[in-house]
Structures are given as C-alpha cells and as structure tokens.
C-alpha cells in the first residue's frame, strides 16, 4: 500500500482491497458522458442497460449462471441480508415458522440477520465448529428438520480463513431437499479470489459476492439467486433487479465489478499458489519465532492469503497499534469486530481457544504482497511481543 | 450531454444527474491510493474514518443537522426504505397498529413500501392532492390519529415538480407531537439541488437525500435522523452508522457525496433562477406552439427544472423514442414507472386529468441546459406532435 507516499507493509486484505486500476478504468465513461438511468427510454438508457446485461453476462461467465440469477446489492452485508430475509418473509406464515441452520462462526452480517429473524419469530440451530475452525456436514445434516427453509455456511471464514466443505454439504442438501427445500446459502466474499465459485458445481441456491473484498469498487455487491428460489426484497420501489432489489442501478460500479470477477478468475490459480507460499513461510517463521504462539485454524483447509495467530497473553489491540508504528497494517479479529464494545473474537472462541480471543492477531496477504514483507513483520513483533 | 461524441439534447435531469468532475476527483485518492477500511485501526484506516467524519460535517453544514443525524444509505430508495421500515418495526407491538400517513403522489420507494407495510399489519392513509398536484396541510392534519407514528409528505414530485408545503406541515406536526410522534419524514431527493434543505427550519424528524439526483457519486444516499427518532435497521451486520446501516462504509462515494452537497449548496440560488427563467421559456412556447396542450401541476409551487406538459391523445412513450431520433432525451412520468407493465402516470392521474396519464412528457433541466435546447425540442415537437 502506498499510502500518500509513506511505505506501508499492509497486511489486511481479507478488511478491504484497492480498486484495481482496471476497474476504475472501466467505470470512468459511465460516471459523466454516458451517466443514463437505465429505466429510461433514449438512446444512452439503452446503452447503459446493455452494458448492465454485459456485466451480469461476464459475471455469470465466472460462476456459471444465468443473466437473471444475478442480483445487484449495495455490498456483502446487504447481499447477506437479502438471503436470509428474503426467505424468511417469504416463508413464515400463520402456523408455520420458518427454521434455519448455520454455524457459530459465520459474520455479523449473517449472525446479526439471525438474531432479527429469531426475534421476528424464527428458529436458528447455531452448529459448532471442530478446533480446526471446520464444520462437519454431518452435523449439518443432523440440524436439518421438517421445516428447515435455509442453511447458511460461510465459504471461507473471515478472521481464520477456513475453507468449509461447500461442495460436501450442498452435495448433502440437494439429497434430502422436498419441495426444492431447504435452499443453501454460501456467503463467498472472502472465497471468491481463490476458490471455485461455481454456483452449479457446489450446489447453492444462494451466494453473496462484494466488490470491496475483490479489488473492485465500494458500494457494489451482489447476490446469486438460483431461478425457481422463492425470496422476498427488502427494499422496495421502483422494481430494478427483477423486483427483489429497487433502487437505482449503480450503472459505473456495476460495470466495474463485472471487470474485478473477470481479472479475479484469471489470476485466481497463480495468486493461490504464490500466496500459499508466503503464507506458509509466514506460519512456520512465526511459529519458529515464538514457540509459545500457535496457529488459529486448520493449516490445510485454509485460505492461500489468511495467517492468524494466536500468541498466548498479548494484547492484540496494542499489538496491532504498535505494528502500525512500524508502518505495518493487521488486524485483529475482523474489522466489523472492532466497532463492538466487547472485542473479543467469537471465532476464535468456538475453536475452544478462549485464552486466544483477545490474543490472535490476522494478517491477511493480497496483491502486492511479498515475502519480504514477513521478513519486515517478523522484526517488528520481535520488538512488540514478548517470546 | 456529450454521449460519446455525438451532440444530445439532455432533458432527463430528473431521472438522473452526472457525476461533477470535481466530485470525481476528491474521490479518486481514497479508490485505491488509500483504501482501508474504517473500521480498522492502522493510520489509513484512520484518516478514512476521519475523512468521514469530515463528510458528516461538511453535509451537516449544508442541512443543519449534526454528523450523528446523518445515516449513509445506498441511495434514496434504500434511505426511504429505511425511514419507513425503521419506524414500523419499532412501533409495531402486540395490541398497538401504526398508522401513516402520506400522499397519493408519492414515489415508488414510498408508496411500495407502504403497500408492505400494509400487508404486514400496518395502516396508511393517502392523502390526495389538488388538480394543481399540491397537498394541503389540513388534509393531512385530518389524517392524523391517535395511532400516527409518521408522516411522510416529499418535498418535490419527481414526474411533476410541485413543492410541497413542507415548512408548513412541519410547524402544524410540531404542534401536535405526543411523546415525539408523529414523526415527520421529508424525501428530498428531488428539491436537493434548488429548495431550503435546512433540517431544523423545516421540523423534520427524517430526511432522504440520493448522490445520483445531485451530481453526486452513483450508490450513495443519505437518511437525517434527528436524535431522538427511534428506528430500527434494515440492514444488519457489522454495527456501521450507530447500528442504524451495517455494512463497510462507501469511503469514496460518502467523500464525493460531500462535496456534492457542498457544491449545490453553493449553485442553488443562482441555477434556480436561471432555470427557472428556461423553464417557463418552454413551458410558455410549448403551450403556445401546442394549443390544446396543458400544464401538469403547478406553475407557482414548482421546481426551478421541472416542465410536465399533457397533449391530449398522444401516446408519450411513442413521443420520447421519437424524441430521441432527434437528439433529445426525454421522459413520460418517470424511470421508475417505466420498468411496470402499466406505465400509466399515476401522479397524473392524482390530479384529476386521467386521459393524460399516457399522453403526458417529463422534461427536466439542469447545470448544462441553455434557452436554445428548447427551441431544438419544440422543433422536434412539431415534428413528432400533431398540433
């Protein structure tokens, strides 16, 4: 990150990427020549309505689906927030209430969403992870019941990068599914730069995608709707997006996102490989460095980019203030996490690791990353963490 | 409009404003030069939440409100949604039904939320308006119950550009406010750019505002909530805007929302009396080339940029593609109404003139219209429209 000139090591990419320059090149014709409303009549409403078409076209090309399975939101959050209400409203109906299955360590955005729709009179089974951070399909499966209308599992974890077995547990639901119920939802916002997103291949009738977590613009995201799932909108008025998501579309970021999938998808496999590399350098150097800390999450199933450690009676928050004197950019837990009173991390909590929720620190490698920075990381927590 | 190159007319003002190139570039920095969340706690995630804060504050200038009444939306449709939604939930108990109340011309974002609103348990009374497109504020002072918990009224129609008396509504609310209610929410997406938008002259309780109405970024809109309003969220998640609108913050786009503001606030005298001076060039020229044409809505209580004409037995949708041979971009009723399979204008209809309501034509002016655009449109007009 060059961050007005100043170097800095930033090692939260799994928070927020850069737009990529691409990206914003994209955009730039659709914020003031050509800055139509689609809806409209005349000859540049049209042209920017083809080039919203184009873009669900692209999109669709990566994850394998059709043009009108694909819904514009704001972002990951509202995406998450559409799936889970949408089949909530759709579904609870005099004498029947709707249940759902997720895990204990899916994001705010779903857990908040679950706690409303409980609230509202739903039922929510919260299934546990293994200390490896990894859910078992088995006890998924077990959580199902007669009225059982969604489960939500995560792609990859946020705070601890691991990699759940999306396939296995679609695979599972689309066996027991009655009446083309209950739907799985994957939520693939931190999955999307390195894992298969094939919505065909991995069984899902739902999965949220955000801009910001792909090198493409803020404010876009979008959520896959499998054609024949029943979902209500959550915002109403004007009908764009097929009736479930008015509002004005978001011509320029629309169009830019389309561009991010399409790089995402091609750099995909050389940056796994690269990243696993300075990732798994990253572990054992720090592993090595402090024989005391440990890594949070399975080694295997985890994301190329995502390193989280948790070094035993460390404050993370001054860690990770001290790092930023030293011009390195971590976290710990997730941002979303920071804006709550009580930092501690729930995920880490549910691997059993409770003296580690105030004590892990992530860092999350990206695009311009390189194996020197962990070098540089290194000598900065030797100068902030006690061995 | 320089559409690619080729010479348009643009008369869509309404529906849609380009992005100002100085709005553009005080967001290009925080795209991809400085990108971090705000949430985090490094130096550049920092400076991005103090740049927001920043944001609140130049808008809060502008609205007279303080940077913790202002709630960032994804745009207009959704700040409406939220209001309204926001108020419901909180109020709606065992044994306790909310009423609104609002009018018969309000926008799609409005008045569909409203229809769900009803569908989930809540009562709404429409208010109609005068022939001249106008509330009056005793209508809507006889539609307030016991039960009132929101009143909203827009302060200027997006098909027809009437203004409503909103100075006037407030004061009359104020006046009978038990316990806080009823509240009062204004969607001003519309008058942004020419009328008073000070939040506490006009007793508002709630106030949406949109970036793509006002030269703005396009994903961006804001909700005023003045302290003390309880609503409840429609987004859930990581706890961003107080709770009230969880999701990570659209850094750019809230910087350049600012600057919008900024810059309408600066031009709002002066274009309004320029436009104003175009506006009732064409309407005056088109009455007089169109004998048998009328004036939609009032003259007097009307936006500056806002020239609604009905010519009896014409059908508008033929008018606006034809229009667009000529070079110039047009509407009938508006983008929104559009995307329905009945696109009849009801907010024509609202005044009593049910045979205009597919005949009518939406022009609106804007920071690029000259006198002599209308010369070109009542030319092209004539070619289109039997006198």
Not at 102 to 116: A, G, N, R, Y
Not at 181 to 186: M, R, T
């Amino acid at each position: 990150m060059n961050f007005f000139k100043k170097k800095v090591i930033f090692l939260d990419y799994a928070s927020t990427t850069p737009v990529d320059q691409r990206v914003l090149d994209v955009m730039n014709t659709w914020q003031s020549e050509n800055f139509a409303n689609p809806s409209a009549l005349y000859s540049s409403a049209i042209l920017a309505k083809e080039k919203v078409s184009e873009a669900r076209e692209k999109i669709g090309e990566v994850i394998n689906t059709r043009k009108n399975e694909i819904i514009f939101t704001s972002g990951g959050t509202e995406g998450n927030n559409l799936a889970l209400f949408g089949v909530f409203e759709t579904f609870k109906t005099e004498g029947f209430t709707p249940h759902f299955v997720t895990t204990t360590i899916e994001h705010p955005s779903i857990l908040e969403v679950f706690k409303e729709i409980e609230r509202r009179g739903g039922e929510v089974t919260y299934v546990p992870v293994s200390p490896e951070g990894i859910v078992k399909t088995k006890d998924i499966e077990n959580a199902i019941k007669e009225n059982t209308v969604l489960v939500s599992v995560m792609y990859a974890n946020n705070e601890i990068g691991t990699v759940q077995p999306i396939k296995e547990i679609g695979r599972m639901i689309k066996s027991l599914k009655k009446n083309n119920l209950p739907y799985f939802h994957v939520d693939a916002c931190q999955a999307v730069l390195y894992l298969n997103t094939d919505a065909l291949r991995l069984n899902v009738d739902l999965m949220t995608f955000d801009g910001i977590k792909m090198y493409g613009p803020r404010g876009i995201g979008m959520l896959y709707v499998k054609s024949g799932t029943k979902i209500s909108p959550i915002h109403f008025g004007g009908g764009q997006e097929g009736g479930l998501r008015s509002g004005t579309e978001n011509v320029p970021a629309i169009i830019g996102f389309a561009e991010a999938f399409k790089i995402a998808e091609k750099k995909k496999e050389e940056e796994s490989v690269r990243l696993t590399e300075i990732r798994d350098y990253a572990i054992d150097s720090i592993l090595k460095t402090f024989p005391k800390a440990t890594l949070n999450g399975s080694k295997e199933s985890r994301l190329p980019n995502n390193i989280n450690i948790c070094f035993p009676g460390l404050d993370s928050e001054f860690v990770v203030i001290s790092l930023d004197v030293h011009g390195v950019s971590a976290s710990y837990s997730s941002s979303c996490q920071t804006l709550k009173e009580d930092s501690s991390s729930y995920v880490v909590e549910s691997l059993g690791k409770n003296d580690c929720s105030l004590s892990s620190l992530r860092f999350t490698l990206g695009r311009e990353s390189k194996k020197s920075d962990i070098d540089i990381l290194i000598t900065a927590l030797k100068k902030i963490v006690i061995k």
